[in-house]
Nanobody
Framework: DVQLQASGGGLVQAGGSLRLSCAAS????????IGWFRQAPGKEREGVSC????????YYADSVKGRFTISRDNAKNTAYLLMNSLKPEDTAVYYC??????????????????WGQGTQVTVSS
């Protein structure tokens, strides 16, 4: 079975950091790009970041550029999202997802075929 397990969320003060992990199994991890999405209460799910299958390319939403860093370790079938300088508006459930398509629409959830469960990130002011 395909599984994507997101973890690492929690409660942090504004300005703090968290590192999310996405552990994958059941598919050939290094054939797939990995994306991170988030969804805040009452808002639509939005693309946060994406990393190519090899890890050589990465993409970020403007709202997180310079603060978040996406990475992956293909030997461990795991992707990461390091979140620094967190703001209250970063509060959301964060999801990881996998796709094997192109990157032009990396921020669109419809591009992704595999999804993990979410992990809650709460940033207090």
């Amino acid at each position: 079975d395909v599984q994507l397990q997101a973890s690492g969320g929690g409660l942090v003060q504004a300005g703090g950091s968290l590192r999310l992990s996405c552990a994958a199994s059941g598919f050939t991890f290094d054939d797939y790009a990995i994306g991170w999405f988030r969804q805040a209460p009452g808002k639509e799910r939005e693309g946060v970041s994406c990393i190519s299958s090899s890890g050589s390319s990465s993409y970020y939403a403007d709202s997180v550029k310079g603060r978040f860093t996406i990475s992956r370790d293909n030997a461990k079938n795991t992707a990461y999202l390091l979140m620094n300088s967190l703001k209250p508006e970063d509060t959301a459930v964060y999801y990881c997802a996998a796709h094997s398509r192109g990157y032009a629409n990396w921020y669109m959830s419809s591009e992704y075929g595999y999804w993990g469960q979410g992990t809650q990130v709460t940033v207090s002011s």
